[in-house]
């Protein structure tokens, strides 16, 4: 066979390589993280992509979605499955959020506009952090009506109380406050990799420019990079850093704050963390609408048990009416459709949209939820279910647990 044959064999797509091309070729999450991990510095990978400690965490809330086998229902009409649900009060296209990640700009300088427009795009909502690089007012700017707002209780109430406001006024929807963060967690990998946040120019970052010199060449052109919600006199001082973030972390909290945060905010409110049944039902006497659990991606405490695993039970204990969002472990829309199965309204990502990010901005998250939704709706199909109403409902006819070997 002559080369040119070979060529026309191969096809024209082969020399194709530009960014839209390489996003294209990723079929999955994971896809998009090995391309993240080309274009990234490998500290900011790290940063996303690490866990706390000896980071056990990090790969038990994989597994523990990877425990559960699925049993289709059999043959069913599916011509028509509808992956929409309503979602404290307002109609979404799948059950699914964009989780608030901290300095989300340091990924891409697309950052939180970016994540927010194509969390937008697929009609879902997106949750801006307490330590996001884009401010509660810019965010605005994404045009995503459905805004979320992650609060971390500061030592200065009279700061939170202001975020509070802040938010309300710019009609972010829901409040979500973060309870499992007294402190900040120990990331093995930031320490080693020496990451500073803003980033610093060292001769470690000097080496990484060589390496990567497209994303140092747009954090150069692009503003500051900026813990944008905190107090006006501390950014005018130039001291805002991960260290500044941190100290500010208060482990007095109480539910007695969460019944004071109720007291200022009209919304739906969620209690954010990793929960036992009754630290759920405490949420809820405390004026909360639900929980959202969440081991922080396994960023926080080191060997704590993976929040699917406490699904069932906080469930039981909440009943039907409470709202239960879960994260920590999704990658993929199978994941999804277990913890709806096992008795979630929706489900939260945050890893996996930052893979995305990385990999190729606000163009990339898109990807990322393209896939999740397709991978969603197929896990429907094949389960034989035509709504996620169907799908919880007949969650224990759907699932069993793998055999242990």
Not at 66 to 75: F, R
Not at 212 to 223: E, F, M
Not at 378 to 404: D, I, N
Request: glycine share 10%.
């Amino acid at each position: 066979m002559k080369p040119r044959e070979a060529l026309n064999l191969i096809g024209s797509e082969w020399p194709r390589l530009g960014l839209a091309e390489r996003l294209r070729r990723c079929y999955n999450v994971e896809d998009l993280r090995r391309l993240a991990a080309r274009r990234t510095p490998q500290p900011v990978f790290d940063y996303v992509d690490g866990g706390a400690d000896g980071e056990l965490t990090l790969g038990r809330n994989r597994e523990a979605f990877e425990a559960w086998e699925l049993m289709p229902l059999g043959p069913t009409d599916v011509s028509n499955v509808d992956p929409r649900i309503s979602l404290l009060g307002r109609e979404i296209a799948l059950p699914l959020m964009c989780s608030p990640t901290g300095y989300t700009r340091m990924m891409h300088q697309d950052g939180e506009l970016g994540v927010a427009r194509a969390a937008s795009a697929a009609g879902i909502p997106y949750g801006l952090s307490t330590v996001a690089s884009t401010s509660v007012e810019d965010l605005v700017r994404s045009g995503n009506p459905d805004l979320w707002f992650q609060l971390y209780i500061w030592r200065d109430r009279e700061l939170v109380k202001d975020l509070v406001r802040r938010a309300q006024a710019a009609n972010y929807r829901v409040l979500e406050v973060a309870i499992d963060v007294p402190v900040g967690g120990f990331r093995t990998r930031d320490v080693r990799n020496g990451l500073t946040i803003p980033p610093q120019l060292t001769p470690k970052t000097l080496w990484q420019i060589t390496l990567k010199p497209s994303y140092w060449w747009n954090v150069l052109r692009n503003p500051p990079l900026t813990f944008a919600n905190a107090p006006q006199y501390v950014q005018d001082s130039g001291e805002v850093t991960i260290e500044y973030m941190t100290s500010q972390l208060d482990p007095t909290i109480g539910w007695d704050d969460v019944a004071a945060i109720r007291e200022l905010w009209s919304g739906p409110l969620l209690v954010k963390g990793w929960m036992s049944p009754d630290g759920a039902a405490a949420a809820i006497a405390a004026g909360a609408d639900g929980v959202h659990l969440s081991n922080h991606g396994g960023r926080q405490l080191d060997r704590v048990v993976p929040p699917l695993e406490q699904l069932a039970a906080v469930r039981a204990k909440l009943g039907d009416e409470a709202t239960i969002v879960l994260d920590s472990g999704i990658r993929h829309g199978t994941d999804l459709a277990i913890a709806i199965a096992l008795g979630a309204d929706a489900g939260a990502v945050g890893r996996a949209y930052l893979y995305g990010l990385m990999a190729g901005g606000e163009a990339g998250v898109r990807r990322a939820l393209a896939l999740l939704d397709v991978e969603f709706r197929r896990a429907m199909t094949l389960l034989g279910v035509s709504s996620v109403a169907e799908l919880r409902a007949r969650g224990p006819e759907l699932l069993r647990r793998r055999p242990r070997r």
